[in-house]
């Protein structure tokens, strides 16, 4: 072993350790190695940042913009808005979320599916009165299966390509990972719907009782009919099916400033009128996109539209010496001087029911705002109020969907057909998304996850120095050497064993790094085609089922599920054995050696 294998051997094991234990972010963690080894001389100074650079590293980053386009335009409410119902079985619902989590993640980012989907599986389990710990598991994994399925799925799909790229001239293409991560994919969800989700153990902290929304608060608003809708000449009541789905409350109906009572709910609605409604911030606006309503103040909304920036909802909470405290949001000009709309007020808990605008705000209020997205932390500062915890409350614009849906749909397939290169195409969906105000411009950067971009930008050129000097041709004749005479099978589910354990402990895209230069080498070894190990790699790198550490999805559902460390491996273990045990057959059958 030579002194650079061995520093740069030192350097993996240091930078595996410290990110098991979790003390330090793996960023930082990544970066750290490389400045390491630039001093240590095993990375040249010149080539120290070009991971930044590389296609891989760019496509993670322009999928995760994209994945809130799709998110923004109301394409994915499409859906989910029509598929999911909470009187459904719970084996039923499992089968159907993760169908949807599956396919969403196979054409954007797994870990932007589970977040779009993990509020609406938390509300359909409270709906049902079930604890939410029963589903969620299964949800993760289903997203985490989807994205094996495409190249832009999932990040180690995109990496693994990029490695055959250099090895063998040519990249994989859009869905050639499809044969073998769809059939892997559809087996894994079948015994998550069918099986797994049977094996979540009863003292996993599952109370059906405690419900994860009980602190979101709820809100009076008003929803306007607009000129054209195909609401109008509905009675107020034929709406109840679409606000029972979205778990809002319809409390009544104002008319040329006045609220109708009597046989209110028998109305038949015309333009201009308001639906009074009571609902969360995320329950309002999937109802207002689904029913293509407009916030009251629609003229204002229009021109805040205008104007180019984003909408975002934010909440704030009143403290004694706020400018609004003890004055309406009409008295302080909030509209005409801050171009932000009062959508609802929520007291000790319960909403204001009567004129929110004209409503005077009290010190403990809860305010929900409208407001142009450059400008929020601008607006809540000069109210003198405190934002409270961010969750990511964009407004959705119904009107941009086919245009979002037709942008992504004409770049996949430009990318699959070879007329444009990958990375060219989806940045060229993010210039239209930003061109047609899909995703605000000030909005772009904010929906790039940089920790992620720093850890592919450090661990590349790691991976390409422990290449050019021998390690990675050390571990596969390793390998190679503990299955002996076997046949390459054989040594193709060693390779996949071992990364899948690699992965159940290590991010997935440090994984893929590490594990794509070694399964090269193995198959030069055995003089074989090396398109068969690289899928190995790329459909064990994804599957990190044992720990909650292995892949961020399985973290985000960690507390929301009440899970503890040692409940994953009871459905994931055998996943993880059938996915092994249908992907090999598939492999040999697609990508012969």
């Known amino acids: 072993m030579t002194q650079d294998?061995?520093?740069?051997?030192?350097?993996?094991?240091?930078?595996?350790?410290?990110?098991?234990?979790?003390?330090?972010?793996?960023?930082?963690?990544?970066?750290?190695?490389?400045?390491?080894?630039?001093?240590?001389?095993?990375?040249?100074?010149?080539?120290?940042?070009?991971?930044?650079?590389?296609?891989?590293?760019?496509?993670?980053?322009?999928?995760?913009?994209?994945?809130?386009?799709?998110?923004?335009?109301?394409?994915?409410?499409?859906?989910?808005?029509?598929?999911?119902?909470?009187?459904?079985?719970?084996?039923?619902?499992?089968?159907?979320?993760?169908?949807?989590?599956?396919?969403?993640?196979?054409?954007?980012?797994?870990?932007?599916?589970?977040?779009?989907?993990?509020?609406?599986?938390?509300?359909?389990?409270?709906?049902?009165?079930?604890?939410?710990?029963?589903?969620?598991?299964?949800?993760?994994?289903?997203?985490?299966?989807?994205?094996?399925?495409?190249?832009?799925?999932?990040?180690?799909?995109?990496?693994?390509?990029?490695?055959?790229?250099?090895?063998?001239?040519?990249?994989?293409?859009?869905?050639?990972?499809?044969?073998?991560?769809?059939?892997?994919?559809?087996?894994?969800?079948?015994?998550?719907?069918?099986?797994g989700w049977r094996l979540i153990?009863?003292?996993?902290?599952?109370?059906?009782?405690?419900?994860?929304?009980?602190?979101?608060?709820?809100?009076?608003?008003?929803?306007?009919?607009?000129?054209?809708?195909?609401?109008?000449?509905?009675?107020?009541?034929?709406?109840?099916?679409?606000?029972?789905?979205?778990?809002?409350?319809?409390?009544?109906?104002?008319?040329?400033?006045?609220?109708?009572?009597?046989?209110?709910?028998?109305?038949?609605l015309a333009a201009g009128d308001s639906l009074v409604i009571e609902a969360s911030p995320e329950a309002l606006d999937e109802f207002r996109a689904a029913l293509s309503l407009d916030f009251a103040e629609g003229a204002n909304e229009e021109r805040l539209k205008a104007e180019g920036a984003g909408l975002t909802v934010v909440e704030v909470v009143v403290p004694e010496q706020a400018r609004i405290a003890g004055r309406s949001a009409q008295l302080v000009g909030l509209a005409w001087r801050r171009r932000t709309v009062l959508l609802g007020i929520s007291?000790?808990?319960?909403?204001?029911?009567?004129?929110?605008?004209?409503?005077?705000?009290?010190?403990?209020?809860?305010?929900?705002?409208?407001?142009?997205?450059?400008?929020?932390?601008?607006?809540v500062d000069w109210l003198g109020c405190l934002a409270l915890a961010d969750r990511?409350?964009?407004?959705?614009?119904?009107?941009?969907?086919?245009?979002?849906?037709?942008?992504?749909?004409?770049?996949?397939?430009?990318?699959?057909?070879?007329?444009?290169d990958l990375t060219i195409a989806i940045g060229l969906v993010v210039v239209g998304y930003v061109a047609a105000r899909i995703i605000p411009i000030t909005e772009v950067y904010s929906h790039v996850e940089w920790p992620v971009v720093v850890l592919l930008g450090s661990m590349i050129p790691l991976g390409v120095a422990l290449e050019e000097s021998g390690g990675t041709r050390l571990i596969a004749e390793m390998l190679v050497g503990l299955t002996g005479d076997m046949p390459?099978?054989?040594?193709?589910?060693?390779?996949?064993?071992?990364?899948?354990?690699l992965s159940d402990v290590l991010n997935n895209t440090a994984t893929a790094v590490v594990a794509a230069p070694v399964g090269i080498q193995m198959a030069e070894a055995l003089g074989v085609s090396p398109d068969p190990f690289l899928m190995a790699v790329a459909v064990a790198a994804s599957c990190a089922f044992l720990t909650p550490i292995g892949h961020k999805n399985n973290t985000l559902i960690l507390g929301p599920g009440g899970y503890r460390f040692g409940d994953y491996w009871r459905m994931g273990l055998p996943l993880e054995i059938i996915v092994i045990a249908v992907s090999v057959p598939m492999i040999l059958l697609v990508w012969p050696f």
């Not at 400045?35 to 070009?50: C, H």
């Not at 390459?488 to 354990?501: E, H, Q, S, Y």
Request: net charge positive; charged share 15%.
């Open 201 to 268: 153990p009863k003292s996993a902290g599952l109370d059906a009782s405690a419900d994860p929304m009980s602190d979101y608060s709820s809100y009076i608003a008003e929803l306007t009919v607009p000129e054209g809708s195909k609401l109008i000449g509905q009675r107020l009541a034929d709406l109840d099916p679409e606000a029972e789905a979205n778990d809002v409350a319809l409390l009544g109906l104002v008319r040329g400033g006045k609220r109708l009572y009597g046989l209110q709910r028998g109305t038949a």
């Open 488 to 501: 390459p099978w054989v040594i193709l589910t060693a390779l996949m064993v071992a990364t899948m354990c």
């Open 5 to 195: 294998q061995s520093i740069l051997f030192a350097l993996f094991a240091t930078v595996f350790v410290a990110l098991i234990w979790g003390r330090w972010r793996y960023d930082l963690v990544a970066f750290a190695a490389l400045m390491a080894a630039v001093l240590l001389g095993v990375v040249k100074p010149d080539r120290a940042f070009e991971g930044f650079g590389h296609p891989a590293t760019l496509v993670v980053a322009l999928v995760l913009v994209v994945s809130a386009g799709l998110v923004r335009s109301g394409a994915v409410y499409l859906i989910t808005r029509t598929l999911v119902n909470s009187a459904r079985g719970l084996g039923a619902h499992i089968a159907i979320m993760g169908g949807i989590g599956g396919l969403l993640s196979a054409f954007m980012n797994n870990v932007a599916a589970l977040a779009l989907l993990m509020p609406v599986d938390i509300q359909t389990a409270r709906k049902a009165g079930r604890a939410p710990g029963l589903s969620l598991m299964p949800l993760s994994f289903a997203t985490i299966l989807g994205g094996m399925v495409t190249l832009i799925g999932t990040p180690p799909n995109i990496i693994i390509a990029a490695f055959r790229q250099d090895a063998t001239g040519q990249s994989f293409r859009m869905f050639d990972f499809a044969p073998v991560g769809g059939v892997a994919a559809l087996a894994g969800i079948a015994f998550v719907a069918l099986v």
């Open 347 to 379: 007291r000790q808990g319960r909403p204001i029911r009567q004129q929110i605008r004209k409503t005077r705000v009290r010190p403990g209020d809860i305010l929900l705002l409208l407001t142009p997205q450059d400008v929020a932390q601008d607006v």
């Open 392 to 420: 990511g409350l964009a407004v959705t614009d119904t009107r941009k969907t086919w245009v979002a849906i037709g942008l992504f749909a004409a770049a996949v397939a430009a990318a699959s057909v070879g007329l444009v």
